[in-house]
């Protein structure tokens, strides 16, 4: 019923850029919070950046300063800009979103989750 799909990330240099994306489809009803989780390999998944509908934000310690998340409540799409970026932020970037969703009259609100993009970061 609902998809979350992730565009943008690659392969770039140390001190390079990125812009992420992620669209969500399907019978949504109002999206509450938004949020950008990665998970590198042998490590555990962890949050980056969320943002909630009022816009108000946060970030791990790692990332402030160098990531931005935004969202484009019109388009059902979060954004996820990174600066700066280092080697050990290379990792698969997921985003997350809890959805209100109505079908047939029935609301029902739950997490979803994209599939992921790439993001390598080359020393």
């Known amino acids: 019923q609902v998809q979350l799909v992730e565009s943008g990330g690659g392969l770039v240099q140390a001190g390079g850029s990125l812009r992420l994306s992620c669209a969500a489809s399907?019978?949504?009803?109002?999206?509450?919070?938004m949020g950008w989780y990665r998970q590198a390999p042998g490590k555990q998944r962890e949050l980056v950046a969320g943002i909630t509908s009022r816009e108000i934000t946060n970030y791990a310690d790692s990332v402030k300063g160098r990531f931005t998340i935004s969202r484009d409540n019109a388009k059902n799409t979060v954004y996820l800009q990174m600066n700066s970026l280092k080697p050990e932020d290379t990792a698969v970037y997921l985003c997350n979103a809890e959805i209100t969703t109505e079908v047939r009259g029935w609301v029902h609100t739950m997490d979803y989750w994209g599939k992921g993009t790439l993001v390598t970061v080359s020393s």
């Open positions: 399907g019978s949504i009803r109002s999206i509450n919070s």
